[in-house]
């Protein structure tokens, strides 16, 4: 665990220096790692995942948005928690004509979605057509 707190500490700070997190992705790394017990992680972990599901309910969200809030899910499954209400969003994302947006999908997807899960087949059609 707190290896994964190191990996999200890394992560924020390479953020700073030009990968464009968000003020919100750096402050959630930051109280995660400074959280003094594992309830404390919890309460704020929760919060993160009802504010984001609030988030991506909104319609028409702009794209890097969608990206920030897919990193943040990223981070949040990492520390094993579920996002699968997000798992759809970065499966849109992988089609996505910006190349950026469409690495951050396919990040998301590969670490959100197993071998067996329904949502891979609609992944396997877009690297097919990714490919051509």
């Known amino acids: 665990m707190e290896q994964l707190k190191t990996i999200g500490r ?3 700070m390479g953020s700073q220096g030009g990968f464009g997190q968000s003020k ?3 402050d959630l790394v930051k109280s995660i790692g400074e959280a003094r017990s594992k309830a404390e992680e919890e309460r704020i972990v929760l919060h993160e995942i009802e504010t984001l599901k609030r988030l991506l309910a909104e319609p028409d969200i702009p794209k890097r948005k969608m990206k920030e809030y897919l990193i943040r ?3 949040v ?3 094993g928690h579920d996002a699968s209400f997000a798992y759809i969003h970065a499966v849109k994302m992988t089609h996505d004509d910006n190349l950026v947006l469409k690495r951050t999908g396919y990040l998301a997807v590969s670490l959100f979605l197993n071998d067996d899960h329904d949502l891979i087949i609609l992944i396997i059609n877009t ?3 990714d490919l051509r």
């Open 10 to 12: 890394e992560l924020a």
């Open 24 to 26: 919100e992705f750096l």
């Open 73 to 75: 899910l990223v981070y």
């Open 77 to 79: 499954e990492m520390l």
């Open 127 to 129: 690297i097919q057509k």
